[in-house]
């Protein structure tokens, strides 16, 4: 698989097009790290990560997939508190545990990372891009009233 980079990434203009660059077509359950999962944990609690973390988000202005048009604000309610939105930093290639043992320069290689919202990253692992799409539908004028639509069509008769 060839390696994905960054600035490959930004040549694509559309958020769907940078989706499609990156999706990995995972099987939920597919393990990277197994039981190992210490390992990338204990790496991503550690100083140096989150000091390269904050350089990414300010870099991609904390935007999904780094498209200005599309602002990580997925608040989420918790206890009746609002949350700030997760931000998660994705590795473009996927990171396997020698990489943490050996702390390749792969972990903080800012040409292998990106900005991608909750939403984005499992669909980049596992999904498809119809998890992208909105939850909710644009209001519109009118659109809790159905009859009014009703009095239209009755009125143009």
């Given at each position: 698989?060839?390696?994905?980079?960054y600035?490959e990434?930004c040549?694509?203009?559309?958020?769907?097009?940078?989706?499609?660059?990156?999706?990995?077509?995972?099987?939920?359950?597919?393990?990277?790290?197994?039981?190992?999962?210490?390992?990338?944990?204990?790496?991503?609690?550690?100083?140096?990560w989150?000091?390269?973390?904050?350089?990414?988000?300010?870099r991609?202005?904390?935007?999904?997939?780094g498209?200005?048009?599309?602002?990580?604000?997925?608040?989420?309610?918790?206890?009746?508190?609002?949350?700030?939105?997760?931000?998660?930093?994705?590795?473009?290639?996927?990171?396997?545990k020698?990489?943490?043992?050996q702390?390749?320069?792969?972990?903080?290689?800012?040409e292998?990372?990106?900005?991608?919202?909750?939403?984005?990253?499992?669909?980049?692992?596992?999904?498809?891009?119809?998890?992208?799409?909105?939850?909710?539908?644009?209001?519109?004028?009118?659109?809790?009233?159905?009859?009014k639509?009703?009095?239209?069509?009755?009125?143009?008769?």
């Open positions: 698989m060839p390696r994905k980079t600035s990434l040549q694509h203009a559309t958020f769907e097009d940078r989706f499609h660059y990156l999706q990995l077509h995972g099987k939920v359950g597919f393990d990277t790290f197994g039981f190992d999962r210490w390992l990338n944990q204990s790496f991503y609690q550690s100083r140096e989150r000091q390269f973390r904050d350089r990414i988000i300010v991609d202005a904390g935007c999904d997939l498209c200005s048009d599309h602002e990580i604000t997925d608040w989420v309610i918790q206890n009746g508190k609002p949350i700030r939105p997760r931000i998660i930093i994705h590795h473009l290639n996927p990171l396997m020698e990489d943490v043992l702390h390749s320069d792969a972990l903080l290689d800012p292998n990372v990106i900005c991608v919202s909750d939403r984005t990253h499992k669909a980049i692992h596992y999904g498809d891009d119809t998890i992208l799409k909105p939850a909710f539908a644009e209001r519109r004028p009118g659109d809790t009233c159905p009859w639509k009703s009095i239209k069509v009755f009125s143009q008769r």
